[in-house]
């Protein structure tokens, strides 16, 4: 959600998010940097500059040392500080479990907002992020991840949208349609509400999604609540193509369609002449963005998949 201040003409907008998760890592250092990260994101989606920040913590009485705190918080402040959001203070509670993140303040431009409910058929879907995060983390829980593969998935969940969000606006207004984050409803859920929201069908092609390497191996053993959640509530809107070189119902590609995904990256809906360019900025940056699909006209199911 927003709120202008001052002249509506010309003036500036605040965008205004809050996420706050228990930790999907042991390290609670890197739980603290992966919390922050993941709640700039909203901001970055919508095309704004976050610039404040609130801390929002649950930590139990006993069991938990003090220096775990401490490197909570001092993980979630120095990935505030990359992203040059200032924390001006916050709110601790005592639980049974431990949770952590922040409430974020950004300021927009009115005129480029950018929301999931605007994709335009003949768009191209750009995801920036590679997929897997929610797999490793169930895999975490129960020691079936290896070092290697925590590692990646770390790697991606700490680095902010920020870089993908200043390409986006650098492209002219009108160029960029749609752009959401990637989070719990998974990469299927989202990309559904984009489809529901513009009244279009998106097409997505399984075979391009970017995934952390090493995850589809894991995945039939690490299917999260979170994973079945989603894939009951989303799949009667979602037509999975049959036949020869298309995605089967027992592939692990369809699993991570509905992984939920912590810290991920953003889809973005771009047109089709401008799509081109906009990738180029985005891997000049470092990004490892891929095309995923295209956008078409309202016909039958709100997601196709192949």
Same mark, same amino acid.
């Given at each position: 959600? %927003?709120? !202008?201040?001052?002249?509506?003409?010309?003036?500036? =907008? !605040?965008?205004? $998010?809050? #996420?706050?998760?228990?930790?999907?890592?042991?390290?609670?250092?890197? %739980?603290?940097?992966?919390?922050?990260?993941?709640?700039?994101? &909203?901001? %970055? =989606?919508?095309?704004?500059?976050?610039?404040?920040?609130?801390?929002?913590?649950?930590?139990?009485? @006993?069991?938990?040392?003090?220096? #775990? +705190?401490?490197? +909570?918080?001092?993980?979630?402040?120095?990935?505030?500080?990359?992203?040059?959001?200032?924390?001006?203070?916050?709110?601790?509670?005592?639980?049974? @479990?431990?949770? *952590?993140? %922040?409430?974020?303040?950004?300021?927009?431009?009115?005129?480029?907002?950018? $929301? /999931?409910?605007?994709?335009?058929?003949?768009?191209?879907?750009?995801?920036?992020?590679?997929?897997?995060?929610?797999?490793?983390?169930?895999?975490?829980? *129960?020691?079936?991840?290896?070092?290697?593969?925590?590692?990646?998935?770390?790697?991606?969940?700490?680095?902010?949208?920020?870089?993908?969000?200043?390409?986006?606006?650098?492209?002219?207004?009108?160029?960029?349609?749609?752009?959401? #984050?990637?989070?719990? *409803?998974?990469?299927?859920?989202?990309?559904?509400?984009?489809?529901?929201?513009?009244?279009?069908?998106?097409? +997505?092609?399984?075979?391009?999604?970017?995934?952390?390497?090493?995850?589809?191996?894991?995945?039939?053993? /690490?299917?999260?609540?979170?994973?079945? $959640?989603?894939?009951?509530?989303?799949? =009667?809107? +979602?037509?999975?193509?049959?036949?020869?070189? &298309?995605?089967?119902?027992?592939? =692990?590609?369809? #699993?991570?369609?509905?992984?939920?995904?912590?810290?991920?990256? !953003? !889809?973005?809906?771009?047109?089709?002449?401008?799509?081109?360019?906009?990738?180029?900025?985005?891997?000049?940056?470092?990004?490892?963005?891929?095309?995923?699909?295209?956008?078409?006209?309202?016909?039958?199911?709100?997601?196709?998949?192949?």
């Amino acid at each position: 959600m %927003y709120a !202008l201040v001052g002249d509506a003409e010309g003036g500036t =907008a !605040l965008v205004q $998010t809050v #996420d706050f998760f228990t930790p999907i890592v042991d390290d609670p250092y890197t %739980y603290g940097q992966i919390a922050a990260a993941n709640a700039l994101s &909203d901001v %970055y =989606a919508m095309g704004g500059r976050p610039v404040t920040a609130l801390a929002i913590a649950a930590f139990p009485q @006993e069991g938990l040392h003090t220096d #775990d +705190i401490r490197l +909570i918080f001092l993980g979630g402040f120095d990935k505030l500080r990359e992203a040059g959001v200032a924390l001006l203070g916050g709110h601790t509670v005592q639980d049974r @479990e431990i949770k *952590f993140g %922040y409430s974020v303040t950004g300021t927009i431009d009115p005129r480029r907002i950018l $929301t /999931n409910s605007n994709a335009r058929p003949g768009d191209r879907l750009i995801l920036t992020k590679p997929l897997g995060t929610g797999i490793v983390g169930t895999a975490i829980k *129960f020691g079936r991840a290896s070092d290697d593969l925590i590692a990646r998935a770390i790697k991606q969940m700490t680095m902010l949208n920020r870089k993908a969000a200043d390409a986006i606006a650098s492209m002219s207004a009108d160029s960029v349609h749609a752009c959401t #984050d990637i989070t719990g *409803f998974g990469l299927a859920g989202h990309a559904s509400e984009m489809a529901i929201g513009s009244n279009v069908t998106i097409e +997505i092609d399984s075979k391009a999604l970017p995934i952390i390497p090493g995850v589809i191996e894991i995945a039939s053993q /690490n299917r999260s609540g979170g994973m079945k $959640t989603n894939e009951q509530h989303f799949s =009667a809107g +979602i037509e999975f193509l049959t036949g020869s070189g &298309d995605l089967l119902a027992n592939d =692990a590609r369809r #699993d991570i369609l509905f992984d939920p995904q912590t810290s991920g990256g !953003l !889809l973005i809906s771009v047109a089709a002449e401008a799509a081109a360019a906009l990738m180029e900025k985005l891997q000049k940056s470092g990004i490892q963005a891929s095309f995923i699909g295209t956008v078409g006209t309202m016909a039958g199911k709100r997601l196709r998949i192949g």
